[in-house]
């Protein structure tokens, strides 16, 4: 995997690409809920993605959470995900 890094990653020539991480329980809210944002793009000359789907999970506890999403809107020249995934324990 070859990348740029300036403000955001920048992935060239990427066929598969999955991010976790973690936060520490001590640290959040108390809450039964909680909403999960990510945030995705891809440049103009991206290639590849049309018929792809972009998975996108959450986990707490014994709970997943799943979303299938594609590339097709598109803001300012750019394929763009934008969704939120509302995980509950």
């Known amino acids: 995997m070859y990348f740029r890094s300036h403000d955001d990653a920048e992935l060239i020539q990427v066929n598969w690409l999955e991010v976790t991480g973690c936060i520490d329980n001590i640290n959040i809210a108390k809450k039964i809920s909680y909403e999960i944002g990510f945030t995705m793009s891809l440049m103009t000359d991206a290639f590849g993605w049309r018929d792809s789907p972009v998975y996108l999970m959450a986990k ?27 995980i509950t324990k």
């Not at 506890?61 to 939120?84: A, P, Y």
């Open 60 to 86: 707490w506890g014994d709970n997943t959470q799943w979303r299938k999403v594609n590339l097709t809107t598109e803001i300012n020249g750019k394929k763009m995900i934008s969704k939120t995934i509302t």
